[in-house]
């Protein structure tokens, strides 16, 4: 298996009095706060309020998670095209074939807009990397965003990132974006989405239409992978020296593929997270196609619309099982749950070097059993929306809609109390973990037909974790994570299972960082954003966000260039004890991190130590312990202890 990758504001003032939380009261008409199904909680399925709805368009065409372009079928939809990109190919952009895929919608079911994601790309179109006027000119003149306010456009940052290649596909190779921001358009704070469901003929309404505004969702912003408008050079080497802007192409490795630069230009307009779940509408409960339109008020006379089917119980396969064994149709939600094999010494706890073994029990929102068949469906079944909606990572998430959440996985890593960030991935982690990486559930490769060994096969509910002769004694934790995409709701769960090694006393995390429960809570809790875990886990981030790679962000360089950027988070940025607890772990800058808010601090000094892993300083290693052994970092607010 290759190895992959939110109070009112009188409490909220009297536990942080400098953190404004007027943003973050989303309570419901009733003044009911908390979370249960009454007033929010999307794991609880067909329990809940309200489903959560996820809307994709990639160039036009309305398109599944999963990459797969969405037909009009017989649908009223003179606009909409008659071929889409192909999302598989290398070149989607330009590559067109018939759409096969369906999006469904359960007849006479709540759902509120969570995510709408509308993007433009083109490929190899813009190719003078000193020089992105033509890409700027197709942003604003040419591309399916063009009829809005581009004033004052400018670029925001130029950047390189490093991702580590897959044995046998792909190479080490760097990728170098661009991106620009502060148009006119995105400082618009008061501009609309207005979401209504049309009969077959494209005239009849079906519904009253609801009305979102775009300051009704938790993210949108470049750093957290949501809206960005840039260009980017493709799989490239490093540059050889400030400025350099060539592109520097790989080397052929034998038995490899060659490996060209590519060149990427982009709008994609992304909202995920709604913090107003209460504003609902009702999918009607007349079964058949019918079609979904999505109105902006800043291009108030081209309408995105969603080819959809209105489907009831009836209309569904019982691809899921009850309690009883028996086969029913699955409801909404996900649940991935692990049960573990009894320790061999019978304590309750497990020995170092005793090998123990994970089995999966993935259940949908009401408990059903999803694999009844004891093993997770092959890509192909689920590129096929065969698998009861599961998500597995694709071509389409990676290269073309520039997603890294899809991966299911698990990590088992501990004890808790030495889960503290590895500030240089390079070096020995001060916890041990099942593996340097998360795990994959299924291979990296699953989906990719040219792998057809891969592409058609299962994959194995159960797992083995090989503790070390030397496992320090403690609480250990085993984490699982998977996503799901079924009758438009997109959704990603993690649980965190605990488990004692050594000995039976428990033990905790270090609490070195953490208040993020302060805005983390309710409609904006962290269990409904990114991976579906819970605030209560959040030091166990780092167990796989510690790579030497950039394909996926590293926590503390992810969280603080999130957070710095995003207009939601309105708190001064120089105070680092809203979120640090201690002093110590305010205290490891390094030039991955620091130049997550602060590009230039030292300009082109440290120019070579940017793209190096290795070495001393590194843009991982700690500057601490180098050049500011002496001084803590100038400007900032710093815990006292």
Same mark, same amino acid.
């Given at each position: 298996?290759?190895?992959?990758?939110?109070?009112?504001?009188?409490?909220?003032?009297?536990?942080?009095?400098?953190?404004?939380?007027?943003?973050?009261?989303?309570?419901?008409?009733?003044?009911?706060?908390?979370?249960?199904?009454?007033?929010?909680?999307?794991?609880?399925?067909?329990?809940?309020?309200?489903?959560?709805?996820?809307?994709?368009?990639?160039?036009?065409?309305?398109?599944?998670?999963?990459?797969?372009?969405?037909?009009?079928?017989?649908?009223?939809?003179?606009?909409?095209?008659?071929?889409?990109?192909?999302?598989?190919?290398?070149?989607p952009?330009?590559?067109?074939?018939?759409?096969?895929?369906?999006?469904?919608? @359960?007849?006479?079911?709540?759902?509120?807009?969570n995510?709408?994601?509308?993007?433009?790309?083109?490929?190899?179109?813009?190719?003078?990397?000193?020089?992105?006027?033509?890409?700027?000119?197709?942003?604003?003149?040419?591309?399916?965003?063009?009829?809005?306010?581009?004033?004052?456009?400018?670029?925001?940052?130029?950047?390189?990132t490093?991702?580590?290649?897959?044995?046998?596909?792909?190479?080490?190779?760097?990728? +170098?974006?661009?991106?620009?921001?502060?148009?006119?358009?995105?400082?618009?704070?008061?501009?609309?989405?207005?979401?209504?469901?049309?009969?077959?003929?494209?005239?009849?309404?079906r519904?009253?239409?609801?009305?979102?505004?775009?300051?009704?969702?938790?993210?949108?912003?470049?750093?957290?992978?949501?809206?960005?408008?840039g260009?980017?050079?493709e799989?490239?080497?490093?540059?050889?020296?400030?400025?350099?802007?060539?592109?520097?192409?790989?080397?052929?490795?034998?038995?490899?593929?060659?490996?060209?630069?590519?060149y990427?230009?982009?709008?994609?307009?992304? @909202?995920?997270?709604?913090?107003?779940?209460?504003?609902?509408?009702?999918?009607?409960?007349?079964?058949?196609?019918?079609?979904?339109?999505?109105?902006?008020?800043?291009?108030?006379?081209?309408?995105?619309?969603?080819?959809?089917?209105?489907?009831?119980?009836?209309?569904?396969a019982?691809?899921?099982?009850?309690?009883?064994?028996?086969?029913?149709?699955?409801?909404?939600?996900?649940?991935?749950?692990?049960?573990? !094999?009894?320790?061999?010494?019978?304590?309750?706890?497990?020995?170092?070097?005793?090998?123990?073994?994970?089995?999966?029990?993935?259940?949908?929102?009401?408990?059903?059993?999803?694999?009844?068949?004891?093993?997770?469906?092959?890509?192909?079944?689920?590129?096929?929306?065969?698998?009861?909606?599961?998500?597995?990572?694709?071509?389409?998430?990676?290269?073309?809609?520039?997603?890294?959440?899809?991966?299911?996985?698990?990590?088992?890593?501990?004890?808790?109390?030495?889960? +503290?960030?590895?500030?240089?991935?390079?070096?020995?982690?001060?916890?041990?973990?099942?593996?340097?990486?998360?795990?994959?559930?299924?291979?990296?490769?699953?989906?990719?037909?040219?792998?057809?060994?891969?592409?058609?096969?299962?994959?194995?509910?159960?797992?083995?974790?090989?503790?070390?002769?030397?496992?320090?004694?403690?609480?250990?934790?085993?984490m699982?994570?998977?996503?799901r995409?079924?009758?438009?709701?997109?959704?990603?769960?993690?649980?965190?299972?605990?488990?004692q &090694?050594?000995?039976?006393?428990?033990?905790?995390?270090?609490?070195?960082?953490?208040?993020c429960?302060?805005?983390?809570?309710?409609?904006?809790?962290?269990?409904?954003?990114?991976?579906?875990?819970?605030?209560?886990?959040?030091?166990?981030?780092?167990?796989?966000?510690?790579?030497?790679?950039?394909?996926?962000?590293?926590?503390?360089?992810?969280?603080?260039?999130?957070?710095?950027?995003?207009?939601?988070?309105?708190?001064?940025?120089?105070?680092?004890? &809203?979120?640090?607890?201690?002093?110590?772990?305010?205290?490891?800058?390094?030039?991955? &991190?620091?130049? !997550?808010?602060?590009?230039?601090?030292?300009?082109?000094?440290?120019?070579?130590?940017?793209?190096?892993?290795?070495?001393?300083?590194?843009?991982?290693?700690?500057?601490?312990?180098?050049?500011?052994?002496?001084?803590t970092?100038?400007?900032?607010?710093?815990?006292?202890?």
């Amino acid at each position: 298996m290759i190895r992959s990758t939110f109070v009112r504001s009188a409490l909220c003032a009297l536990l942080v009095p400098t953190l404004s939380c007027n943003l973050l009261d989303v309570n419901d008409d009733e003044d009911v706060s908390g979370r249960g199904a009454r007033v929010f909680d999307p794991y609880q399925s067909s329990a809940s309020g309200a489903i959560r709805l996820s809307l994709q368009q990639f160039n036009g065409c309305a398109i599944l998670p999963s990459g797969v372009a969405v037909s009009k079928g017989t649908l009223n939809l003179p606009d909409y095209p008659d071929t889409c990109p192909d999302l598989s190919a290398t070149d989607p952009t330009s590559a067109r074939i018939k759409p096969t895929g369906t999006l469904r919608l @359960m007849a006479g079911t709540k759902y509120f807009l969570n995510q709408l994601t509308l993007s433009d790309i083109v490929l190899n179109k813009h190719t003078n990397t000193s020089d992105l006027t033509q890409a700027v000119r197709w942003m604003k003149y040419e591309s399916r965003f063009r009829n809005l306010d581009w004033g004052d456009l400018g670029k925001v940052s130029d950047t390189w990132t490093f991702n580590t290649g897959i044995e046998g596909f792909s190479q080490d190779a760097w990728t +170098r974006e661009v991106l620009f921001d502060n148009a006119r358009w995105r400082r618009v704070t008061d501009d609309t989405f207005t979401v209504e469901i049309l009969d077959a003929d494209g005239v009849t309404p079906r519904m009253t239409p609801v009305v979102y505004s775009r300051g009704d969702f938790l993210a949108d912003s470049a750093a957290g992978g949501h809206t960005r408008l840039g260009w980017r050079m493709e799989t490239v080497q490093a540059p050889q020296f400030p400025g350099d802007t060539a592109p520097h192409p790989l080397p052929v490795l034998f038995g490899q593929p060659p490996s060209p630069p590519a060149y990427r230009t982009l709008v994609k307009m992304d @909202m995920v997270g709604s913090t107003n779940p209460f504003k609902t509408f009702e999918a009607p409960f007349i079964p058949g196609p019918a079609i979904l339109k999505v109105t902006w008020s800043q291009l108030p006379n081209e309408p995105f619309v969603f080819p959809i089917e209105l489907v009831t119980q009836d209309n569904l396969a019982p691809t899921c099982a009850n309690a009883d064994g028996q086969p029913v149709v699955c409801g909404f939600g996900v649940d991935p749950r692990f049960k573990f !094999s009894t320790p061999a010494n019978g304590k309750g706890y497990y020995e170092p070097a005793e090998s123990f073994r994970l089995f999966l029990d993935l259940r949908d929102g009401d408990g059903n059993q999803m694999l009844p068949s004891g093993l997770l469906p092959s890509g192909k079944d689920m590129l096929a929306d065969n698998a009861n909606g599961l998500l597995y990572p694709t071509q389409t998430n990676y290269f073309a809609l520039l997603e890294r959440d899809a991966q299911p996985a698990y990590m088992v890593a501990g004890p808790l109390q030495n889960l +503290r960030v590895r500030s240089d991935p390079q070096l020995k982690a001060p916890y041990w973990s099942a593996d340097a990486e998360s795990i994959g559930l299924v291979d990296d490769l699953a989906t990719l037909s040219a792998f057809p060994g891969v592409y058609a096969s299962t994959w194995t509910t159960r797992y083995t974790v090989d503790l070390p002769k030397d496992a320090e004694a403690g609480t250990y934790v085993a984490m699982v994570k998977s996503h799901r995409y079924f009758l438009g709701e997109r959704v990603a769960k993690m649980n965190a299972y605990f488990f004692q &090694v050594g000995q039976a006393e428990p033990t905790t995390y270090p609490s070195s960082v953490g208040n993020c429960q302060l805005c983390h809570r309710g409609v904006l809790s962290l269990d409904n954003l990114r991976h579906g875990m819970g605030v209560d886990h959040v030091e166990a981030c780092k167990t796989c966000h510690q790579r030497d790679s950039d394909f996926v962000a590293r926590i503390q360089q992810v969280i603080h260039s999130v957070h710095n950027t995003s207009p939601r988070y309105t708190q001064n940025k120089t105070d680092c004890t &809203v979120c640090h607890l201690t002093r110590e772990s305010a205290l490891r800058p390094s030039i991955n &991190v620091c130049a !997550s808010c602060h590009p230039s601090v030292h300009g082109d000094e440290y120019f070579s130590e940017q793209f190096s892993a290795k070495g001393d300083p590194n843009r991982f290693g700690n500057c601490a312990q180098t050049c500011h052994a002496q001084s803590t970092p100038r400007g900032h607010i710093l815990p006292e202890n």
